[in-house]
């Protein structure tokens, strides 16, 4: 079976998710697409030099693949709520050696332009946008360059917008996906609705293609999907302990131990991101404000800290509520299980 989406033409549908930070290494991208899936690079916190880099690695594989942007408009942080913050979490950094009174926020928009230019000037199959739908123009010269696109959305209203845009396809998210969520909206609640009923909800409103996203950690999850429609799925916290993966030590020990609740938190970054339960999202979420990438910065020195001393309690450990799937395997064998078992 070979399953039709904007841009790629995959043997098995699915798809490893772009998972910034580095858990995504151009090796998994690579594995995925030799799987007969498709990997996307991400292009998230990473400089425009460093992202061609990535793109000209996984290119040398001589294998399909996307790549993904953080899509303006950030989320602007109140300077006050700010320095609260700031003070809140010195406990936390001084535990680390560290300092984070006297920071002021630092409010970016990721390279946006930088890197849209260096992708018309060196297309690639597919570009995916998560936070934000890029103006129609963009859409427009992306696919003058060859490209096509894929937006994220996490309601059905988004889904108007982004098929508004001109995007040629939807990744629909739902709120069990691991990481960042996608929504357009990070100040409101995320939609508590089951992936199938989420799939629904957009393919009612929209005639495009989608994909599915956001707790898939079994065959069951990859056909329910396929039955609601999804031309394919895309997987992300089920790869993380994947041979080909980056994800640290300290992380997968945490996901293998499989004693956490997954939670969502704006603690460590200022928008809704799902991860494993520990004692940095306790202390503060309910404290956090909004404000990204401001306070996705403000705490990235305690974060990277954490990492180095090998503390999970202090440690942004980004999980879906399938993670406990995961498995210490090659990717292909994750693929694997996900296809054939899904009675393909």
Same mark, same amino acid.
């Given at each position: 079976?070979?399953?039709p989406?904007?841009?790629?033409?995959?043997?098995?549908?699915?798809?490893? &998710?772009?998972?910034?930070?580095?858990?995504? $290494?151009?090796?998994?991208?690579?594995? &995925?697409?030799? !799987?007969?899936?498709?990997?996307?690079?991400?292009?998230?916190? /990473?400089?425009?030099?460093?992202?061609?880099?990535?793109?000209?690695?996984?290119?040398?594989?001589?294998?399909?693949?996307?790549? @993904?942007?953080?899509?303006?408009?950030?989320?602007?942080?109140?300077?006050?709520?700010?320095?609260?913050?700031?003070?809140d979490?010195?406990?936390?950094?001084?535990?680390l050696?560290?300092?984070?009174r006297? @920071?002021?926020?630092?409010?970016?928009?990721?390279?946006?332009?930088?890197?849209?230019?260096?992708?018309?000037?060196?297309?690639?199959?597919?570009?995916?946008?998560?936070?934000?739908?890029?103006?129609?123009?963009?859409?427009?010269?992306?696919?003058?360059?060859?490209? =096509?696109?894929?937006?994220?959305?996490?309601?059905?209203?988004e889904?108007l917008?982004?098929?508004?845009?001109?995007?040629?396809?939807?990744?629909?998210? !739902?709120?069990?996906?691991?990481?960042?969520?996608?929504?357009?909206?990070?100040?409101?609640? =995320?939609?508590?609705? /089951?992936?199938?009923?989420?799939?629904?909800?957009?393919? !009612?409103?929209?005639?495009?293609?989608?994909?599915?996203?956001?707790?898939?950690?079994? &065959?069951?999850?990859?056909?329910?999907?396929?039955r609601a429609g999804?031309?394919?799925?895309?997987?992300?916290?089920?790869l993380? /302990?994947?041979?080909?993966?980056? $994800?640290?030590?300290?992380?997968?020990?945490?996901? &293998?131990?499989?004693? +956490?609740?997954?939670?969502?938190?704006?603690?460590?970054?200022?928008?809704?991101?799902?991860?494993?339960? @520990?004692?940095?999202?306790?202390r @503060?979420?309910?404290?956090?404000? =909004?404000?990204?990438?401001?306070?996705h910065?403000?705490?990235?020195?305690?974060?990277?800290?954490?990492?180095?001393?090998?503390?999970?309690?202090?440690?942004?450990?980004?999980?879906?509520t399938?993670?406990?799937?995961?498995?210490?395997?090659?990717l292909?064998?994750?693929?694997? +299980?996900?296809?054939q078992?899904?009675?393909?």
């Amino acid at each position: 079976m070979r399953t039709p989406l904007p841009g790629l033409d995959l043997a098995v549908p699915l798809i490893a &998710a772009p998972m910034a930070g580095g858990a995504s $290494t151009t090796a998994l991208v690579a594995a &995925a697409a030799h !799987a007969g899936g498709a990997g996307f690079v991400p292009g998230g916190y /990473r400089t425009p030099d460093e992202l061609a880099e990535q793109i000209a690695a996984v290119r040398a594989a001589g294998v399909p693949f996307g790549v @993904n942007l953080f899509a303006p408009p950030p989320v602007p942080v109140d300077p006050d709520a700010f320095r609260r913050y700031a003070d809140d979490l010195e406990p936390d950094a001084e535990t680390l050696g560290l300092t984070l009174r006297g @920071n002021t926020p630092v409010e970016d928009d990721d390279h946006w332009r930088a890197k849209l230019d260096l992708l018309l000037a060196d297309p690639v199959p597919v570009v995916s946008f998560t936070f934000g739908i890029p103006e129609r123009r963009t859409v427009t010269a992306l696919r003058r360059a060859g490209t =096509l696109t894929w937006q994220t959305v996490t309601d059905p209203t988004e889904a108007l917008a982004a098929a508004d845009a001109g995007v040629d396809a939807l990744i629909v998210q !739902a709120a069990a996906a691991g990481g960042h969520s996608g929504t357009l909206s990070p100040h409101r609640p =995320l939609p508590e609705l /089951r992936l199938t009923d989420l799939l629904a909800a957009v393919r !009612a409103r929209t005639g495009l293609p989608t994909l599915a996203a956001g707790g898939i950690g079994t &065959a069951a999850d990859v056909a329910a999907a396929g039955r609601a429609g999804a031309a394919a799925v895309v997987v992300g916290t089920v790869l993380l /302990r994947t041979r080909e993966s980056g $994800t640290s030590a300290t992380y997968r020990a945490a996901l &293998a131990e499989g004693r +956490r609740d997954t939670v969502l938190t704006r603690a460590f970054t200022g928008r809704p991101a799902r991860g494993l339960r @520990n004692d940095f999202i306790d202390r @503060n979420t309910a404290r956090a404000p =909004l404000g990204y990438p401001a306070i996705h910065h403000l705490t990235a020195p305690v974060r990277r800290a954490a990492a180095a001393a090998g503390d999970p309690e202090r440690l942004h450990l980004w999980a879906g509520t399938g993670y406990r799937h995961a498995r210490e395997e090659p990717l292909a064998e994750t693929f694997r +299980r996900l296809y054939q078992g899904a009675g393909a």
